[in-house]
C-alpha cells in the first residue's frame, strides 16, 4: 500500500466542492473575519507606534509580540483545516465538548448548532466592546482589573479568589510597570470629566 493510500480521510487534500464548503461554514467564515479584524489591528498598532515615546509605545508592542505568532500558528491551522489537510485532532475549528472552560477558548466550532456559535460570536465580541467602552468611561485603572475578573468568572469558570487574583496582577501591571516604572500618560476618563 502506498503512503498515498494509506492517508485518513481527514487528511486527504480538499477538492473544490469541498474547499468552498468548508470555507463557507459559519465557524470558518466568522473566524476568517476575526482573523482579519486582529491583522489589520496588529499592523496598526506597529505602524502607528514607531513614533510614540518608549512609554506609549510598550503596550501596543508587547500585545503585538504575544499575539503575532499565536495569530500566525491560527491561520496556519484554519489554512490546513479548509485545505483538508490537517488531521482532525488538530483542526482548530473544534468541537464544542473538546473545549469547555478553556481560559483563552475563542475558536469557533464545529457543530450543527448555529445559534450556540452565534451566541459565542456575540459574547466575546460583546466582551471586547465591554472593555473598550470602560476604558473610555471610568480608565483602565478599574476597566482591566475588573473586566480580567468577570471574564475568568464569567467564561473561564474559576473560582472567585481565582478570577481576583487575575484582576489584581494587571492592576498591578498598570501601577507597577507603566506608572511607575514607565510614568505612563492616561487617557482622561469621560465619566470623571463629567464629575468634576
Known sequence: MSMEENKQPSEQPADAAGLVRRLTRPEVLGEMVLLAIVGIMFATMLWE????TTASALMPRIAIAIGAPLWFI?????VRYALGTQ???????RREE???GQIMDLGFYMGEDQRAA?????SITGMLLILLA???????????PVWTFAYLLIFAKVKVWQAALGGIFFLAVIIGVYGALFDTLWNDPVLFRMLR
Open 134 to 144: 470602560g476604558i473610555w468611561l471610568v480608565g483602565w485603572h478599574i476597566s482591566l
Open 49 to 52: 507606534s514607531q513614533d510614540w
Open 87 to 93: 488531521p482532525e485532532r488538530y483542526r482548530g475549528v
Open 98 to 100: 473538546e473545549s469547555s
Open 74 to 78: 491560527r491561520v496556519i491551522g484554519l
Open 118 to 122: 452565534l451566541v459565542r460570536f456575540l
